[in-house]
């Protein structure tokens, strides 16, 4: 039950939103540090039909090495659903006779291509399509090296949109890098978010539209550039730290705890790297803390105090989140295992409080206590205070029958039709483009759950399940052209977790399980959430034989992290109070370190070298 005391204590004070803004804001310097371009080609030559050609005229014969391509959107092939178009290319001194010199292949989007099929001289330069429905962003023409540039004009061309190949010169960038294309699942979901507004056909479809519809949103906002397609994932990801403070604040009552779990949390490895990439689990992993943050509210709460009416408040809000980490990625589903439980479980709780107060009070003594309650006084109806306080305790919770029905069919319209509207509603847009309707959204479910139930695929950097509270094996996001760097440096992109916090989730987990089994019925609620919490999206993964990645586990790291400030918290003595904030001081101090390798800068080898504490540790 929840206390007036404990109630007032969880509310956020001014110093409260001081600490929280503080944090955020701070963290949010290094998230949006070089988060993306603002400035890559967007208009583009639409090449409609297959066959389709385009002539470069340089106006006298170069000796062009370097043929740089910027693709925008590439359709599926009709033939073979592949997004892949290979380009002839030719050239010619007279704009007559032409030189086969090969094919480009063209297979990823947003992002620049080098072809280096160009050792003759050459005035006119002729790429031919093998198939339509994609766009050439930009096109430029290098030497040797960037200083060598070459400039160009577009022969007549029937098709109006030949011309924007080169209208963005300005935006041409030689030396490029992660900040100005897509890399690694990028490919997927920001096209997807584009296809999404320009309602054509979904490329990608394994996963619920939500977190594609949100990237769309930013794209809207800023262009289709990696700034915009990673804006939001990137707010999400700030969005987190007073998520985290306010979950902290709830559960612990006072304000050191809770900025130790913000703080903790703030600086893990994979909360910066994940969301500074446009992909969706960023999405996932804030809908899971806000359907469980508003399920702790409802087990904190007195529902014969404040009334079924006001208890379900938090359920719809914990409904609510859950429909959209459903609608985001199934991973969220899992989530709602844990909701489940933690739901029935304060149901059964009730149940038992209703039982003993009921097996303490006789009928004959609960009738007594009616007479005596309407003034009808008489013989025997004296009663003694123990009698008196046992039907006083029965008298509150004796509407718990009625109550508990009111509150099933509140949690079935909050967990289950809530979210179904919410599903289906992320889907409208989808439903919106081409070749779909209404139909997709059945046909989808079942592509979906074919897709993963069948896929295997395989990567080099893919990871079982056990290692990822060991962080045995990092996802090297991005790796770079080494033709743009220089010997000596190293400037890749690895996501994986905080040593010091992920190191910590076997302890942690292994002490939750303790405290619930030591203390079963008094267990605080929050130990117990963390822990149900935890296996709820951890345990799935334990049965999927499909390739699995370490950012699977990213969802979980919140319930590390406050499993963590509570075994802390429960320590005795100066020692540990002290040795709870140079834990988090440690955190940090590794934050700084590996920020480098977690978001692309270039830094010298050897720094990287002494980052790489295990073999299989790729970091640049």
């Not at 030719?90 to 010199?101: L, P, R």
């Not at 139930?453 to 893919?462: G, I, K, M, W």
Request: proline share 5%; glycine share 6%.
């Amino acid at each position: 039950m929840v206390t007036l005391q404990n109630e007032k204590s969880s509310r956020l004070v001014r110093l409260d939103y001081l600490l929280m803004t503080a944090l955020m804001l701070f963290y949010a310097l290094f998230a949006f540090y070089r988060l993306g371009s603002l400035h890559v080609p967007e208009s583009g030559w639409y090449v409609e039909n297959p066959g389709e050609s385009i002539v470069l005229d340089m106006g006298q014969e170069q000796q062009a090495q370097q043929l740089y391509i910027y693709t925008g959107w590439i359709d599926r092939r009709e033939s073979d659903q592949d997004v892949c178009r290979d380009f002839i290319l030719e050239c010619s001194t007279d704009g007559v006779k032409w030189q086969d010199m090969g094919t480009v292949k063209l297979n990823t989007i947003y992002m620049w291509h080098v072809a280096r099929r160009l050792p003759i001289s050459c005035r006119y330069i002729k790429l031919t399509a093998d198939d339509g429905r994609l766009y050439i962003n930009e096109i430029a023409l290098f030497g040797q090296d960037e200083s060598e540039r070459y400039s160009y004009t577009v022969c007549n061309n029937p098709n109006p949109t030949a011309k924007y190949v080169a209208d963005e010169p300005d935006k041409v960038k030689y030396d490029y890098s992660w900040y100005e294309t897509t890399y690694f699942d990028e490919i997927y979901h920001p096209r997807t978010a584009y296809e999404t507004i320009e309602q054509r056909h979904p490329y990608e479809n394994t996963h619920p539209p939500l977190g594609k519809n949100i990237i769309a949103c930013g794209i809207l906002l800023f262009g289709m550039n990696p700034f915009g397609w990673r804006f939001f994932g990137t707010l999400c990801g700030v969005l987190m730290v007073p998520m985290v403070y306010v979950m902290g604040k709830k559960i612990f009552k006072q304000t050191k705890f809770a900025f130790m779990a913000a703080s903790i949390f703030c600086f893990d490895f994979m909360h910066l790297a994940q969301t500074r990439m446009a992909t969706i689990d960023s999405y996932t992993a804030f809908f899971v803390m806000g359907m469980y943050l508003f399920m702790f509210i409802y087990l904190e709460q007195d529902i014969y105090e404040t009334g079924v009416k006001k208890s379900l408040l938090p359920l719809l809000g914990s409904g609510i989140f859950f429909g959209l980490g459903a609608a985001t990625k199934w991973q969220g589903i899992y989530a709602g295992f844990g909701l489940a439980v933690l739901f029935f479980y304060n149901l059964f709780r009730r149940y038992l409080e209703y039982e003993v107060a009921k097996s303490r009070c006789s009928k004959k003594g609960q009738k007594n206590i009616t007479k005596a309650q309407r003034g009808k006084k008489g013989k025997n109806n004296a009663l003694s205070e123990e009698k008196a306080a046992q039907l006083q305790a029965f008298r509150r919770v004796e509407k718990f029958p009625t109550m508990a029905w009111q509150t099933i069919a509140a949690g079935f319209a909050f967990f289950v039709v809530v979210p179904a509207i919410i599903y289906y509603l992320s889907y409208v847009p989808l439903m919106l483009s081409e070749n779909t309707g209404p139909s997709f959204f059945l046909a989808n479910q079942k592509n979906m759950y074919h897709y993963h139930s069948t896929l295997e695929a395989t990567h080099s950097y893919s990871s079982p399940w056990w290692k990822w509270p060991l962080d045995l094996k990092p996802l090297y996001l991005y790796n770079p052209n080494r033709n743009f760097v220089p010997e000596g440096t190293s400037m890749g992109i690895t996501t994986f977790g905080n040593p010091f916090v992920w190191w910590m989730t076997i302890p942690m987990i292994v002490w939750g399980i303790y405290q619930i089994c030591k203390k079963r019925t008094k267990v605080e609620p929050g130990i117990l959430l963390s822990v149900i919490g935890f296996f709820s999206l951890y345990a799935p993964w334990m049965f999927v034989s499909r390739t699995t990645f370490i950012y699977h586990f990213f969802p979980c790291v919140i319930f590390v992290v406050l499993l963590t400030v509570f075994f802390f918290r429960e320590q005795k003595g100066k020692f540990w109070s002290y040795a709870g904030w140079v834990y988090v001081a440690g955190v940090f101090v590794l934050f700084i370190a590996f920020y480098p390798v977690l978001t692309g800068m270039a830094v010298p080898t050897w720094y990287v070298s002494l980052l790489r504490w295990s073999s299989e540790w790729v970091l640049g």
